[in-house]
């Protein structure tokens, strides 16, 4: 059974553009969560899609936005990038809404310049 | 947002020696976790946690969720040098909530 899969593993954007990343379940999962990681904030939860719809929201600007379609793929956007945007973005995937036990893809190393 | 104060920071141990890390909150949580993350890789749960006092183990892992629903430890037995990596943990929070500590380092020195 694949894992989770992010692509693409590495970017590197300059600020004011914005930029997609997209997340592929494990197959049968239909909850999709991203989470941002840098050193200085940890890990933090941005938002948790499932069957379509966000369900939960972290405490991020309106900048971060994403959606789920309805194979359960599900991309991030972030428009206007700025400096403090460059992270590894993670997104984990879950059967279901509620389910704690997720897993993680490799992430998206986002370098904003 | 909830704050996890994790400690130690990070941790230079001999291969073989036992290791403790834990996590703590002013906040209780539904469910603690405990993830590892290898270089370049997103974390992977070793240990999920349900009951306030529950004791799991996984392997040489133990992982106990403290009666207070405030904290949590986890006890890595007998290290190797693949225990190398960040041990993060988490606590879920309403609806699928986590929050995640600020990860201890692990090097274990052959």
């Known amino acids: 059974k694949a894992g989770v899969t992010q692509t693409p593993r590495y970017l590197i954007k300059t600020r004011g553009q914005q930029v997609t990343l997209s997340c592929s379940p494990i197959?049968?999962?239909?909850?999709v969560s991203w989470y941002q990681q840098t050193p200085g904030q940890g890990l933090q939860f941005l938002f948790e899609?499932?069957?379509?719809?966000?369900?939960n929201k972290g405490n991020f600007p309106g900048r971060f936005s994403g959606r789920q379609f309805s194979n359960s793929r599900s991309e991030m956007n972030v428009s206007t990038l700025e400096l403090g945007d460059s992270a590894l973005y993670l997104c984990?995937?879950?059967?279901?809404?509620?389910?704690?036990?997720?897993?993680f893809g490799q992430g998206t190393r986002l370098t904003v310049v | 947002g909830q704050q996890l104060n994790q400690s130690p920071q990070s941790m230079f141990i001999q291969e073989g020696e036992d290791v403790s890390m834990n996590c703590t909150s002013s906040?209780?949580?539904?469910?603690w976790l405990w993830y590892k993350q290898d270089p370049g890789e997103g974390p992977v749960l070793l240990i999920a946690?349900?009951?306030?006092?529950e004791l799991t183990s996984n392997g040489r892992l133990t992982a106990q969720f403290g009666i207070t629903r405030k904290d949590s430890f986890l006890n890595i037995s007998a290290s190797i040098p693949s225990d190398v990596g960040i041990y993060f943990c988490?606590?879920?929070?309403?609806?699928?909530?986590?929050?995640f500590g600020t990860g201890t380092r692990l090097t274990v020195i052959p």
């Open positions: 946690l349900y009951k306030a006092g």
């Open positions: 906040s209780i949580f539904n469910t």
């Open positions: 197959s049968g999962h239909r909850s």
């Open positions: 984990a995937s879950s059967p279901w809404t509620g389910d704690t036990e997720a897993f």
């Open positions: 988490a606590g879920v929070f309403g609806a699928n909530n986590l929050f």
């Open positions: 899609y499932f069957s379509e719809t966000q369900r």
